[in-house]
């Protein structure tokens, strides 16, 4: 697997693995043998956030990398968290699960995938993005994850300008001389890059959408194409014309010093993706 360094010191698997998914739609069965996977193919780069699972992701994760830590690169976010309906959900989930496949079979052909309702919306909460917030949600993270430290700390697609900005980098300044986190960055849809355009360099890496076709991708690739990144939902959008193949292919080729992070969790897909990193 080729490696690439977003920052010094930090080697990340070209191909990045997007926990979103883990104890939500996929069960803890299904999760643990993609990891497994995941880790014996050279995927070493494992993206989390506090909301994923419904709050339960990190904690999973964190047990099967335990004996791992230092072959594994851990990102995290903070901003968005599971509320107390998610505790409700926990003793559901395998119905939950098994209404949502027949739902997206019901809308494959007569309706596009995020006309679906969105199950998790109703189960989420935004915090307030300051330090106290920002602290506790660090600790909460390095606990559930059983780790002394984060490799990356994400700000989680907030949806207004970051009006602390300036102590949020203070506080992630100081997280970095205790050793708690290594690099600290932004993690937002590219619809909203504008709300941040006055303080996206002061970060360490940017973390955005981004799918081959999509009508700002050339202009991303002009800006930002050589540079590190951490890129999500290479696949949504963009060229229908294209095949997953094929724009998995071109994000590599505009973007080789970046890491593509992707949702996988069939041998098959996580194997053929693993060979158009190399």
Not at 1 to 28: N, W
Not at 34 to 59: M, P, Q, T, V
Request: hydrophobic share 35%; proline share 3%.
């Amino acid at each position: 697997m080729r490696k690439i360094e977003l920052i010094k010191g930090i080697e990340s698997s070209a191909l990045g693995f997007g926990c979103a998914p883990i104890m939500g739609s996929v069960d803890s069965k299904k999760a643990k043998y993609a990891i497994e996977c995941a880790l014996d193919n050279g995927i070493n780069h494992f993206d989390l956030a506090r909301s994923y699972g419904y709050g339960e992701a990190e904690k999973f994760v964190g047990k099967i990398v335990k004996y791992k830590r230092d072959k594994v690169v851990l990102a995290s976010k903070f901003g968005i968290y599971a509320n107390w309906k998610a505790n409700l959900l926990k003793p559901v989930k395998p119905l939950v699960r098994y209404a949502r496949e027949n739902l997206k079979k019901e809308h494959n052909k007569e309706t596009q995938s995020s006309q679906i309702p969105k199950i998790a919306d109703h189960f989420h909460n935004r915090l307030v993005l300051r330090k106290t917030e920002m602290l506790k949600s660090v600790e909460k993270s390095l606990r559930e994850l059983n780790t002394d430290y984060l490799d990356y700390l994400f700000i989680h697609e907030p949806l207004d300008t970051l009006v602390y900005f300036d102590e949020l980098a203070e506080l992630a300044e100081i997280f970095k001389k205790e050793g708690k986190i290594r690099g600290w960055g932004l993690a937002y849809m590219q619809s909203q890059q504008s709300l941040h355009d006055t303080y996206l360099n002061k970060f360490d890496v940017l973390q955005f959408n981004n799918s081959s076709g999509t009508f700002e991708y050339d202009d991303v690739v002009k800006g930002r194409g050589l540079m590190s990144n951490i890129i999500f939902s290479p696949l949504n959008g963009g060229d229908k014309n294209k095949s997953p193949k094929e724009k998995f292919n071109k994000i590599f080729e505009d973007f080789p010093n970046s890491v593509v992070l992707c949702s996988m969790f069939d041998e098959k897909h996580i194997i053929e993706n693993v060979k158009l990193a190399y």
